[in-house]
């Protein structure tokens, strides 16, 4: 099946420090990737949708200077969060769009754990 | 507003004893209903995709059902290995919007041997 590879798994760093994270898709293009994040016991939340080639479409509540999307290939996109605080510890997940099986099956990466000190 | 509801919460069970998981939605056009796994730590891992009511799909131990206001996953004879969280996800189509999944918050299944 599809494969998308997350880095790191799991990451520690001080406050003010920014952290970058990919998301790789295998065996397929994927022109279009999703970051969620997700907090202990809750949903996933979308945070922003990554367009090869364009610019990312941030949620609302979301910001686009702190969190930093780049999708410069069709098999990579990354998310760096710049002046990582504690509040920003999360689970972080992205999920990419195999264009060749159809728009309905999304599949994820393994997810980065983010811990800020 | 879109919305998904799961419940319940959490459900434990003895091994071999079947139950459903629940997924209400309200979305202005479903395109899709999506049921996930999720293991600790890691990404939810694809299950079943519903597009219309009434229909039915199945993968070993799990049945996935979908109406026009929600969806059932039903676990027949569950293993301890089957203990996960369920996550359900709905695609709403309202023109020109893009595919993202809008989640409910899980069900965190717990089967007991």
């Known amino acids: 099946g599809a494969v998308v590879s997350q880095h790191p798994s799991w990451v520690i760093c001080k406050s003010g420090t920014s952290v970058k994270i990919e998301c790789r898709s295998l065996?397929?293009?994927?022109?279009?990737m999703f970051w969620y994040r997700q907090f202990p016991k809750q949903s996933l939340m979308l945070m922003a949708t990554?367009?090869?080639?364009?610019?990312?479409?941030?949620e609302q509540g979301v910001e686009k200077d702190k969190f930093l999307i780049n999708h410069a290939s069709l098999t990579l996109s990354t998310l760096t969060v710049t002046s990582a605080h504690p509040e920003d510890s999360s689970f972080y997940i992205c999920?990419?769009?195999?264009?060749?099986?159809?728009?309905?099956?999304?599949?994820f990466g393994s997810g980065t754990q983010l811990s800020v000190l | 507003e879109d919305q998904v509801t799961q419940s319940p919460e959490a459900l434990r069970l003895q091994e071999g004893e079947s139950s459903s998981l629940n997924c209400s939605y309200t979305?202005?056009?479903?395109?899709?209903l999506f049921w996930y796994r999720q293991d600790p730590g890691k990404g939810p891992e694809f299950l079943f995709t519903?597009?219309?009511a009434g229909e039915e799909k199945e993968k070993e131990r799990l049945k996935a059902t979908l109406t026009k206001k929600e969806s059932f996953l039903h676990i027949t004879a569950p293993k301890p290995e089957d203990s996960a969280t369920y996550l359900c996800?709905?695609?709403?189509?309202?023109?020109?919007?893009?595919?993202?999944?809008?989640f409910g918050t899980g069900t965190l299944l717990a089967v007991q041997p």
């Open positions: 519903l597009y219309s």
């Open positions: 979305v202005s056009g479903l395109r899709g």
């Open positions: 990554s367009n090869e080639g364009s610019k990312a479409t941030y």
């Open positions: 065996d397929f293009q994927a022109t279009t």
């Open positions: 996800a709905v695609q709403a189509g309202n023109g020109g919007a893009t595919n993202k999944l809008i």
């Open positions: 999920s990419a769009r195999d264009r060749g099986r159809g728009r309905e099956k999304l599949f």
